[in-house]
């Protein structure tokens, strides 16, 4: 545990705890009553209402759409279905603001819905709830479809054997199986929608406000650095009892489950009933995830002769120092560094976790981990530049810091994705293995390794994927000459211009193809069989 927590400490608690002190400290003095005061404002309240009823309606919603895609690319097998689960994963790299653009093309004045059937639904909270899905889809796809792809069949066929109906079967044998990576699915669903920052502002307009939209304005706009503090000091005990419920009424199974190769577990659909869920979840990729992405590659050809992207490599001296085309370079490098961070990180805790005999400590401190998911962006870029200053941790002008901001994210994932398979380890392998003489780190290597390094790829492409589409503290802390794809992309739609906006349009186009092509290659070596991997 050492390793995680010095890190959540210096680069997590120690800036938040900076920028909080900086907007409640004044004159030496900590003014606690200005908590009081913010919450006795109305709109205060109406926001933090509003925050909390939409991440509800957007999780649920996204459990009911999501689901039956994680049996799919679980228990199915047909072609396609590697790029399939590269291209649902892409929206989730996507920058937030991006997003919201998207659906606005489709559900905005002069959108798709409104030139086919004059619909609008821009400025109403299905724009944001149907945005939320489009974007969480894959981390329930992926998570629970993770495990779900590794439980032994046999254990549900056992039991329809035994009299049970397929619904009783799946509800008493492969649901309580599932719970942990249900719940971890919806945990973070919640998270990133309670911090809902780009759909929200661009898709709410000014009659939806939430804690991070608020939380930004009141930095940029109104320049009130404490009731920014305070309100962050709101998301941030919101989040606590978030995590705090979910420690007491979700109680992980520490039982084994039976567990196999996830290449035997996958066969071609069988019956009218399979092939109906297999059309449905296809038409529901298609026209949720894969027609907003379709509007984006539309966009970005708007000019003729690829005029938007040509563009890219030119500087023109006003948002950027160098072409916009190198924040392609930029976002892989800070990618792969953040990813190198967060599984080592995210492994070193999954795996004290895992532990039998670990103390109250360890286990509180797992709930910690989802921390990062529910702070504001805003506070932890400004608290890097704010505590990261000084000597020894003068890290302002170096590269690393990036990095670093990104990983925070990174880790909660990897930790999430590896714990409810690590769990799953029976631990009376290990120990037999540490009777006949294997050292602890040989256990690990010839036990637990070849049962979770598929789990260790899928948290991999995780941290990766998040890395690459971080925005929220990036935005603060990239340098002029070195801009990742987000903040590039934030630059252009925030200038005049069709070829501001259709560069913009561009680059999210390539960014949504960079991701693609990694995940391509994650799912090529997920699935590789040579076991040589």
């Known amino acids: ?79 396609g279905k590697q790029v399939l689960r590269a291209v649902v994963t892409v929206p989730f790299v996507l920058p937030t603001v991006v997003v919201g653009t998207a659906f ?42 993770g495990l779900w792809a590794q439980l032994d069949p046999r254990q549900e066929e056992a039991a329809r054997m035994l009299g049970a109906s397929r ?45 991070e939209v608020e939380i930004y304005r009141q930095t940029s706009q109104v320049f009130d650095l404490s009731t920014a503090a305070v309100l962050t000091l709101i998301q941030f005990a919101a989040v606590v009892a978030v995590l705090a419920v979910h420690a007491w009424t979700v109680r992980r199974r520490e039982s084994a489950l039976r567990l196999v190769d996830a290449a035997t ?45 040509r563009a890219l490599t030119e500087a023109d001296g006003g948002a950027f120092l160098v072409p916009p085309i190198e924040a392609i370079g930029n976002s892989l490098q800070y990618a792969l560094a953040a990813t190198a961070i967060a599984v080592v990180i995210g492994a070193l805790a999954a795996a004290a976790l895992t532990r039998r005999d670990a103390g109250r400590f360890v286990r509180g401190f797992d709930a910690l981990l989802m921390l990062p998911l529910g702070v504001s962006a805003v506070t932890v870029g400004f608290g890097f530049l704010i505590a990261l200053d000084e000597p020894p941790l003068d890290l ?64 991999a492409g995780f941290a990766f994927a998040v890395s690459l589409g971080e925005f929220g503290a ?23 211009g069709d070829m501001n906006y259709g560069q913009a349009m561009a680059l999210s186009t390539i960014l949504m193809l960079v991701c693609a092509v990694a995940l391509v290659v994650l799912e090529r070596l997920r699935t590789d069989r040579s076991g040589e991997f």
């Open 1 to 79: 545990m050492a390793g995680p927590v010095a890190f959540f400490a210096v680069f997590f608690a120690y800036p938040v705890a900076a920028i909080v002190a900086r907007g409640l400290e004044v004159d030496g003095v900590w003014r606690f009553g200005r908590i009081v005061d913010v919450l006795a404002q109305p709109d205060v309240r109406h926001v933090l209402w509003f925050t909390t009823w939409q991440a509800l309606a957007s999780t649920a919603l996204t459990l009911l759409i999501a689901l039956p895609g994680a049996y799919v690319f679980a228990r199915f097998d047909f072609p």
């Open 167 to 211: 619904a009783r079967a799946w509800r008493q044998v492969t649901l309580p199986a599932l719970a942990p990576a249900v719940a971890a699915a919806a945990l973070m669903v919640f998270l990133f929608t309670f911090t809902s920052f780009g759909v929200v502002q661009i898709l709410g307009g000014p009659a939806f406000s939430t804690l």
């Open 474 to 496: 990036t935005v603060f802390i990239a340098r002029p000459d070195s801009p990742t794809l987000p903040v590039a992309v934030a630059r252009l739609l925030g200038r005049p």
């Open 104 to 145: 606005l093309a489709l559900v905005g004045r002069g959108g798709l819905l409104d030139e086919l059937w004059g619909v609008r639904l821009d400025t109403t909270v299905w724009a944001i709830l149907l945005a939320h899905v489009f974007f969480n889809y894959a981390v329930v796809v992926r998570t629970v479809g």
């Open 265 to 309: 577990t996958a066969r071609r659909p069988r019956g009218t009933g399979q092939w109906a869920l297999l059309a449905g979840v296809l038409a529901t990729v298609a026209l949720l995830v894969v027609l907003p992405l379709a509007v984006l590659v539309q966009r970005s050809l708007g000019a003729p002769g690829f005029g938007y992207y």
């Open 396 to 459: 302002r002008s170096s590269w690393i810091l990036v990095p670093l901001a990104q990983a925070l994210v990174g880790v909660p994932f990897v930790v999430r994705t590896m714990l409810p398979v690590l769990r799953a380890v029976d631990g009376r392998l290990r120990e037999a293995a540490a009777v006949l003489g294997a050292s602890p780190w040989r256990v690990w290597r010839e036990v637990d390794l070849p049962m979770v390094r598929r789990a260790l790829l899928v948290a």
